[in-house]
């Protein structure tokens, strides 16, 4: 990748997908609440194995660009857990990894679907440099209230409504394309324009 020239990253779930999928979501959301120490306990053993493996993979396979850091907190109609149980339980062990990556001088992406509006106070304080994909369908997740409350503090990526690509009309996408990307840079905001969600096989290619 370096001698084509291109940026690279690692990327990587973190300890909440490893919860949900170690778990199962009942059994998480139930311990979130009734056994927080275990919680805890689980995330100090991931996040130290993972210092630990990534210190190792930097040293011998070298850095890469960038990180992109995935762990999905939300759903459509908000977060999976409250800011307060959020910034208790996993933002901690975020912290701790992006202090890891940004002592590399490596910049990192948060990689987060749903409505997260009232988690990017945390996202923010935890040090990432970027958030995606920033889902327009989900609740909250205005792309432009985002710019004008943080756009000072962390760059965007994302934001562009995949619902419009499966119209499949080149002139409403062209048209709502270009008012997202005018109505960013008028509010100063770092972008990196791109889909809000993985492209759906109802979008044709040549769209």
């Not at 011998?60 to 149980?85: M, Q």
């Not at 369908?137 to 962390?154: H, M, V």
Request: aromatic share 14%; hydrophobic share 45%; net charge negative.
């Amino acid at each position: 990748m370096r001698r084509a020239g291109v940026w690279s990253y690692y990327l990587h779930q973190f300890v909440w997908q490893n919860l949900s999928q170690s778990l199962g979501e009942a059994l998480l959301f139930e311990s979130l609440l009734l056994d927080p120490d275990w919680i805890r306990d689980f995330n100090r053993v991931y996040t130290d194995f993972y210092i630990t493996h990534y210190t190792y993979l930097f040293e011998t396979a070298g850095l890469p660009d960038g990180i992109f850091f995935c762990d999905d907190l939300g759903y459509k109609n908000g977060l999976f857990a409250s800011p307060k149980v959020l910034g208790d339980l996993i933002f901690p062990f975020y912290r701790e990894m992006v202090d890891l990556f940004h002592s590399y001088d490596l910049p990192v992406i948060f990689h987060t679907c749903g409505g997260i509006a009232k988690a990017m106070p945390l996202i923010i304080e935890a040090g990432f440099d970027a958030i995606n994909p920033i889902e327009r369908k989900a609740l909250g997740n205005d792309p432009f209230a985002f710019a004008e409350q943080y756009g000072d503090r962390i760059a965007l990526t994302g934001g562009i409504d995949v619902r419009v690509y499966e119209t499949n009309d080149k002139e409403i996408i062209r048209r709502e394309v270009a008012e997202f990307v005018q109505g960013m840079k008028a509010r100063g905001a770092r972008l990196i324009a791109a889909a809000d969600a993985g492209i759906p096989s109802t979008v044709r290619y040549d769209t």
